[in-house]
């Protein structure tokens, strides 16, 4: 499978995507990653939450968008840090041949569905990234459930990572061949391929980076 960080030729229909969203034990966050996708320019055709053993507080949360979301719950037990066997399982249930991952505590930019499938190509997988906040400024943002903050605040660390400028992305594509700074949090890619490739090692576990 290759990797694209760009393709203006092929542009996805609107919204027919899977988004595939990873939780555990944090409903706080999930509820305001949730609020921002309701507020996407294209809605994505289902989300799916991929979640490592949460409490029951998280199916609260995710049972008050189902009313604005088609959203399917896939959770198992909580047997310590098994989040690639969560991801597999929750592929099974994907009903669209194209998939955008992120982790449940991504806050997205309004056009970040459209943006994704606008750059989608056959065969192709697509690697992003994210901007940082500090612990201080997360508690204060999930607080005051407040979306709509100043990316050129002295706390937003990597700006640039969640500033939108579409007719200046070019200056700021990474390589097109190193794929070891890939990023679950913001990565898409098609069904089958994942399948062709055999899904995340579920010999993996405990959290961090594994190399």
Not at 80 to 94: D, H, P, Q, S, Y
Not at 116 to 125: D, G, I, P, S, Y
Not at 167 to 196: E, P
């Amino acid at each position: 499978m290759n990797e694209a960080l760009i393709n203006t030729s092929s542009t996805m229909a609107l919204g027919t995507c899977s988004l595939l969203v990873s939780t555990y034990n944090w409903p706080e966050a999930l509820e305001l990653v949730l609020t921002s996708i309701v507020q996407q320019t294209i809605i994505p055709t289902e989300v799916v939450i991929a979640d490592d053993g949460s409490k029951p507080q998280t199916a609260e949360v995710i049972n008050a968008f189902k009313n604005k979301l088609n959203i399917k719950h896939v959770w198992h037990e909580d047997k310590g840090f098994r989040k690639t066997l969560i991801m597999n399982n929750a592929i099974k249930e994907v009903s669209h041949d194209y998939i955008i991952q992120i982790d449940g505590d991504m806050l997205l930019h309004p056009n970040f569905i459209a943006d994704h499938l606008h750059f989608a190509k056959e065969n192709f997988f697509i690697k992003g990234s994210r901007a940082m906040l500090p612990s201080n400024f997360t508690q204060q943002i999930l607080k005051e459930k407040e979306l709509n903050f100043s990316l050129m605040r002295s706390v937003v660390k990597s700006k640039i990572n969640a500033t939108r400028l579409p007719k200046l992305a070019f200056l700021f594509f990474g390589s097109k061949t190193r794929t070891n700074n890939l990023r679950g949090c913001n990565f898409a890619f098609w069904k089958k391929d994942f399948i062709a490739v055999n899904g995340y090692n579920n010999n993996l576990t405990g959290w961090g980076m594994k190399i």
